[in-house]
């Protein structure tokens, strides 16, 4: 008789975050992620994770090896660059993506190399307290800022959700009340709540767009070719779909 045995070892990689790790306490940078096998065909393919939209969030459960970071913390471009290394290493790079040429208006399907998506650099540094600066143009105030957290994410969209339709949802007043610490050199609630309320637009439209900008994250554009010869980028969309072209959902 053989003496041979099947290996348990779960086989997995170790992942840079393109947060290098600022959302979270530990300053977690790299991750390790258990590759996908033929039980995770599984989840792709369940019909109830998929209409509910729980397809990511059981992978990332599954997948996810270290313990010293909550799944559910993980912000949206770690999770994005945890299911482009399970796809990657699952069913390789080529992705299959729908443009538009803009000579023709006519839709067309294409080709990208999901390998060639890269980090984008991270260059603002924290301050003494682990926040970053910023200059209102208009308003002339030095302010200090947080990335805004998963869960900050989370309840912002739950108020644009249960929002009753009586008056106006404070979705962008209660972003800024997120990711802003202080108002030159204030860090009262109170008068920064006020302060936001009667902040000029090109404030906050400035902030947002710096904010934007330098986000870090994954670089999603990718440029291809229409069938009139023009150049055109197109951007990665996730979810379900990501696996769609496998399991036909």
Do not use: C, H
Not at 37 to 66: F, G, H, M, Q
Not at 193 to 222: A, H, T, V, W, Y
């Amino acid at each position: 008789m053989s003496d041979f045995r099947l290996d348990p070892t779960i086989a997995y990689d170790v992942i840079p975050l393109p947060s290098q790790g600022i959302y979270y306490p530990n300053k977690k940078k790299n991750i390790k992620i258990a590759f996908l096998t033929a039980s995770d065909e599984n989840i792709l393919s369940s019909p109830s994770l998929i209409a509910n939209n729980l397809v990511v969030d059981e992978l990332l459960k599954r997948k996810v090896l270290d313990k010293d970071i909550n799944v559910e913390d993980i912000v949206e471009e770690d999770r994005q660059a945890i299911l482009f290394f399970l796809r990657n290493t699952a069913f390789g790079s080529d992705y299959e993506v729908i443009a538009t040429d803009p000579k023709t208006d006519e839709t067309f399907t294409t080709k990208v190399d999901l390998s060639n998506i890269k980090i984008k650099d991270f260059t603002l540094k924290e301050d003494v307290n682990g926040e970053y600066e910023f200059y209102l143009p208009v308003s002339k105030f030095p302010i200090t800022f947080n990335f805004l957290t998963k869960k900050q994410e989370d309840d912002i969209k739950k108020i644009e959700e249960s929002w009753n339709g009586n008056g106006i949802a404070p979705i962008k007043t209660k972003e800024l009340e997120f990711l802003i610490k202080s108002i030159n050199g204030i860090k009262d609630p109170m008068q920064l709540r006020n302060f936001i309320e009667k902040m000029p637009i090109r404030d906050s439209q400035e902030f947002r767009k710096f904010i934007k900008e330098n986000k870090p994250g994954l670089d999603l554009s990718q440029k291809v070719i229409t069938p009139s010869g023009e150049e055109v980028q197109v951007n990665i969309g996730f979810g379900v779909e990501f696996f769609r072209p496998f399991y036909g959902i």
